[in-house]
């Protein structure tokens, strides 16, 4: 099996640029010419297809001063009503903390951690919710992205609704 690749710079959501109008033929990576290459964009492909798949709302967040939003997944964008587009590039503070670096830094000073907040969504809806903050680091050990994973506390205080049978049931 041979995998296609095009050289890409950019986000993970990004769309891979149609082949040359001329035809000419797309190049492609063969397990058994460069198995190590292979393994790494067979794995790399693999994990892209994971974090845009997660029911739960992700962010990679760039650990340099303002912590700016790298990628996030369509769960992150429906949850807080922003698209990739929108939040790829912006503080993590000013997106979702209405500007407040104080909170922003206590969660990042601590390194991997956990914290129940508010933040807010796109259309100024406030939401309590759960973060939890892992560090990505590089092969030298050296801190270079954040994961954020999101949970919404405010769903467990809204009471649910039962299906009707249940009630009936219980009498």
């Known amino acids: ?50 974090f845009s798949a997660c029911g739960f709302p992700l962010a990679l967040v760039d650990a340099a001063p303002g912590q700016a939003f790298v990628e996030v997944n369509a769960a992150f964008e429906g949850f ?15 997106l979702v903390l209405r500007g407040d670096a104080s909170v922003a830094e206590r969660l990042f000073d601590h390194g991997s951690s956990c914290w129940r907040l508010r933040a807010w969504r796109k259309d100024g809806e406030a939401l309590e919710v759960e973060v939890t903050a892992g560090a990505v680091r590089d092969a030298d050990g050296r801190l270079t992205h954040w994961m954020l ?3 919404d506390c405010g769903e467990q205080a809204r009471p649910r609704e039962q299906p009707a049978g249940l009630n009936a049931a219980a009498d």
């Open 149 to 151: 994973g999101f949970a």
């Open 1 to 50: 099996m041979a995998i296609p690749y095009r050289v890409v710079s950019g986000a993970f959501s990004e769309r891979p640029r149609p082949p040359a109008a001329n035809g000419a033929a797309q190049r492609t990576i063969r397990p058994q010419a460069a198995p190590a290459l292979y393994r790494l964009l067979a794995e790399s492909a693999l994990y892209r297809a994971a």
């Open 80 to 94: 807080f009503g922003y698209k990739a587009a929108e939040a790829r590039g912006r503080a993590f503070a000013a």
